[in-house]
């Protein structure tokens, strides 16, 4: 009996050492940026919390697997025995502190972690446009009068201010490794800060499905090491011969198209996006 309990205890530690090597694996290794590192280590705190009261159980019920199984011999049989203030005091005070303990945490993170606060840095904050459209992403730099579709860059260490609405129907912004994910919708504007820590091409994705060119609506965020070379990007889009001066260039952007390419545009409409926001609430 002892043997087979043995075994139990060993396969309970090679199935825990799994999921913390995997959990190491998803959430350290991608965390590329302020939020996401915030966020990494919110859900690092809430899983090993939860463990005071999941390793306890799962120890319990292994230990009254072997301690009351019909074969052993040496166990107590106690009938009378109703109730004991000490486990009572144990099973109600643990939980008690444990729900107090997350409740803080998940306030505060809350707060920390709302898309809209702004993010504190030496650096000056970049505001980038961005429209979804059917079905691609329009990134506009008002302060450079250029956009691009499917691509959008900055440097690293530099906090980004996006202000997002679509121009079709409801999506999600969202850039995986650098954390926040938040909703573009039709007649309406949403701000996301992010900032990103390391230099590196990042996958982006729409969310949120949108029709059937959904699958294709993904875009590259782009970090640069420096300003330097984000200026150079941006001095590469002003060569384009493709510009969004009139609103119906703009219009001719919404034509649904699956799986678009990046483009480039140089001399933009002014106040693009929210010329875009305000055609829905005239509509309505």
């Keep these: 009996m002892i043997k087979k309990f043995n075994i139990l205890i060993f396969i309970f530690f090679v199935f825990f050492s799994i999921i913390i090597s995997e959990i190491k694996y998803k959430f350290f290794i991608y965390d590329y ?16 919390t939860m463990l005071f009261v999941i390793i306890p159980v799962i120890f319990m019920t292994i230990f009254f697997v072997y301690k009351y199984n019909e074969n052993n011999k040496n166990k107590i049989y106690s009938p009378n025995w109703k109730d004991s203030y ?26 920390d972690l709302d898309p809209r606060k702004n993010i504190n840095s030496i650096n000056k904050t970049i505001e980038i446009d961005v429209i979804s459209l059917d079905w691609c992403w329009l990134f506009i730099y008002p ?3 250029i956009a691009s579709i499917n691509e959008v860059s900055f440097p690293v260490n530099t906090p980004i201010k996006f202000n997002l609405t679509s121009g079709s129907v409801m999506n999600s912004f969202f850039i995986p490794s650098l954390g926040s994910q938040i909703y573009t919708m039709p007649g309406a504007k949403t701000k996301l800060y992010l900032i990103a820590n390391h230099v590196g091409v990042y996958k982006g994705l729409s969310a949120n499905y949108s029709g059937n060119g959904f699958s294709g609506m993904k875009f590259s965020a782009i970090v640069f090491k420096n300003n330097n070379e984000f200026f150079n990007w941006i001095k590469n889009i002003k060569k384009s011969k493709n510009s969004l001066n009139n609103i119906n260039n703009f219009y001719s952007l919404q034509i649904s198209r699956k799986n678009r390419e990046i483009e480039y545009f140089s001399n933009v409409y002014p106040n693009l996006l929210n010329n875009v926001i305000s055609k829905f609430n005239c509509k309505n």
């Design 143 to 145: 302060n450079y009068k």
């Design 86 to 111: 000490i486990v009572e005091s144990i099973i109600w005070t643990i939980p008690i502190i444990i729900i107090f303990f997350l409740s803080i945490i998940s306030i505060n993170s809350t707060k």
């Design 33 to 48: 940026s302020y939020i996401r590192e915030k966020e990494n280590n919110l859900i690092l705190i809430l899983f090993f």
